[in-house]
């Protein structure tokens, strides 16, 4: 009787219009009211602002709302910038300066350490760069309407269904019109329907589009596609779920990215790249200095990609060992190295998140580390760094959460958080990358 009047209540609350203060953001950037002893989470709101709401979601433990108006509205709201902002999945945080993006960023991650029993940590000025057109690769979604017409964008918020869009402010600028151009593209297809997603990537020469293709392409979508290609200036691959290849099998896949005045890194469509280019040239050049890098030091770079920081920090010391997790990203840092005639960095490929200890390349005395770790972290790869006990360990981070648990065990390892920083890589969105310096006691 008792969870069914809790649950006739809770029903009845839906659709309700609160007038609530916004006492604080939460780590995914909603504003967070309390309602009668129970937080209300609500999108688009910043601390201390009085808002008007509608109820959307009633559980025993917190409730979902929908803001109607802002009443009393925050000295660090601005205007946002993108009219599908409310409905798309892509941005968290227009509505916010972007100062006061970096500032709640910075809060989010001390938190989370905070929750492991670290304070007071050593932050150091946040690196960022442009806060719109940064971007420069992006999934964008393909779904059909009830018509068969075309659907093109990014996915509402907590959903699957795409909202369509015709043009994003955080992109590269010379991807502007690539919505309305693919849009015009697959209407043209005959096989539209075998899309799984189209990823487009901005590069120095043209625009490159790769397209999920979950069936083999037909004669006429492929003319439709080098059509396009020569219209837009486009580069296009397909993607088999195998490989990744260009329309033509005589095309080179030739994309790249300057790191810096003396290093280019060449990739492949499928590769992981730092989206943001020009925070990421920040990012490796304030690596290199917290690095304090020598020509005498050994150094070892974990999850080293294609070469992101590996090449750089070769320049500045006497070697560099590399490891890879994805075999085809190793070989084609390997093909880094050797164009930009770097001899002094072997690239390896290892599972880092196994016991790699006993690995040849392991064997070395290594004088100081990098690791760039997925969204997963690396708690096993730190173990096992603790063992090796280099003097300092540079941990570049994706995920917060799982930063702040490696912390944990470098410090009882014997390290101490020497600098911290975070690298605005998202601005707009609630992501965050940070940049930890650890030295051994």
Not at 335 to 353: S, V, W
Not at 394 to 407: G, H, I, K, Q
Request: aromatic share 8%; glycine share 4%.
């Amino acid at each position: 009787m008792v969870k069914i009047f809790k649950a006739t209540q809770q029903k009845k609350a839906i659709g309700q219009t609160l007038d609530l203060e916004i006492e604080r953001l939460d780590n995914n950037g909603l504003g967070v009211a309390i309602y009668k002893g129970k937080p209300v989470f609500v999108a688009e709101t910043l601390p201390n602002e009085k808002v008007k709401v509608r109820v959307v979601e009633h559980k025993n433990k917190y409730m979902k709302a929908k803001l109607l108006s802002v009443t009393s509205m925050s000295s660090n709201r601005v205007d946002v910038q993108c009219r599908h902002f409310s409905q798309c999945g892509g941005c968290d945080l227009q509505h916010l300066s972007s100062e006061q993006q970096r500032a709640f960023k910075q809060q989010k991650i001390s938190n989370l350490f905070n929750r492991e029993g670290m304070n007071n940590l050593p932050w150091q000025s946040a690196v960022h760069d442009e806060a719109w057109k940064y971007r420069r690769k992006a999934r964008i979604g393909v779904q059909f309407d009830k018509r068969g017409d075309a659907i093109i964008g990014f996915r509402k918020k907590l959903t699957n269904e795409l909202i369509s869009i015709k043009t994003c402010p955080v992109l590269e600028q010379t991807l502007a019109n690539v919505f309305v151009e693919l849009k015009s593209t697959v209407a043209q297809l005959t096989q539209y329907k075998s899309i799984g997603h189209i990823e487009v990537i901005a590069n120095a020469e043209r625009n490159n589009v790769v397209i999920r293709q979950l069936e083999k392409l037909t004669e006429h979508d492929r003319n439709c596609w080098l059509a396009a290609e020569q219209k837009f200036d486009w580069q296009v691959f397909i993607d088999d779920g195998n490989k990744v290849s260009t329309l033509c099998s005589n095309s080179h896949i030739a994309l790249n990215y300057a790191l810096n005045e003396q290093l280019t890194i060449n990739f492949r469509p499928d590769d992981f790249i730092q989206v943001n280019a020009k925070v990421n040239q920040k990012m490796v050049a304030q690596a290199i200095d917290w690095l304090a890098l020598s020509n005498d030091e050994q150094v070892l770079d974990l999850f080293c990609g294609i070469g992101n920081f590996s090449l750089a920090m070769a320049k500045q010391c006497k070697h560099v060992i590399a490891v890879e997790g994805v075999a085809t990203m190793t070989e084609h840092a390997k093909l880094n190295a050797k164009a930009n005639r770097i001899d002094n960095c072997q690239f390896y490929h290892a599972d880092l998140n196994a016991d790699w200890k006993l690995q040849g390349w392991a064997k070395n005395k290594f004088d100081k580390v990098l690791l760039d770790p997925a969204r997963a972290g690396a708690f096993e790869a730190c173990q096992q760094l603790a063992e090796l006990k280099p003097k300092l360990i540079l941990y570049v981070s994706c995920e917060p959460a799982s930063l702040a648990r490696d912390s944990k065990l470098l410090l009882a390892a014997g390290y101490q958080i020497e600098k911290i920083a975070l690298i605005d890589m998202f601005s707009q969105t609630k992501h965050v990358e940070t940049m930890v310096l650890f030295r051994q006691n």
